[in-house]
């Protein structure tokens, strides 16, 4: 990979020097990444903001289970390996949303019409026939239609800013 490779997406900097892409290799050698090995699911959306219901960008999710009840998603802005973390979403059940006081419960969304309407998939894999990919697309988005999410989104690609922002933006899709 040379290092022109490693800027995508006109976010703002500098190529990585040799010096970094050689720490980033020694690093990955040497060091655990356990938390995102675990990550089991790449769904693809479109959020869309609370505050501004004509905006929406499409969204990457790389989701890892808790466990049956919570799932955490981190949100990049493509599937590339060089993409940006836009977004986190935390995923729970039905069960645990039922638990949440009602103020609470404004802060979060139904995945109901983004799995029906199509808005919500799970990409194919290469290598895979398609009837089996089909199956278990259908198995996950017949968990994901039941949970609900909580989005918090803070580097707004859609509008061409080159840094994330402080301050975060809630979305939520209907």
């Known amino acids: 990979m040379n290092a022109t490779e490693n800027v995508t997406n006109e976010a703002q900097g500098n190529p990585l020097p040799p010096k970094s892409q050689v720490l980033e290799t020694g690093a990955v050698v040497g060091q655990s990444f356990d938390p995102v090995k675990q990550i089991c699911a790449h769904l693809n959306a479109f959020h869309v903001y609370v505050s501004d219901p ?29 993409a940006r973390l836009i977004s986190v979403e935390y995923m729970i059940s039905a069960n645990l949303y039922k638990t949440l006081d009602p103020e609470e419960r404004k802060l979060w969304h139904s995945h109901v019409f983004e799995v029906k309407s199509g808005m919500l998939i799970m990409p194919g894999s290469e290598g895979l026939p398609t009837g089996i990919w089909e199956e278990a697309e259908t198995k996950e988005m017949e968990d994901v239609v039941g949970i609900y999410g909580k989005t918090y989104h803070f580097w707004q690609v859609d509008r061409g800013d080159k840094l994330e922002e402080i301050s975060c933006r809630w979305v939520c899709r209907s």
């Open 54 to 82: 004509k905006r929406c960008v499409e969204v990457n999710h790389y989701c890892s289970h808790l466990n049956e009840d919570v799932r955490q998603c981190l949100i990049y802005d493509t599937p590339a390996p060089n």
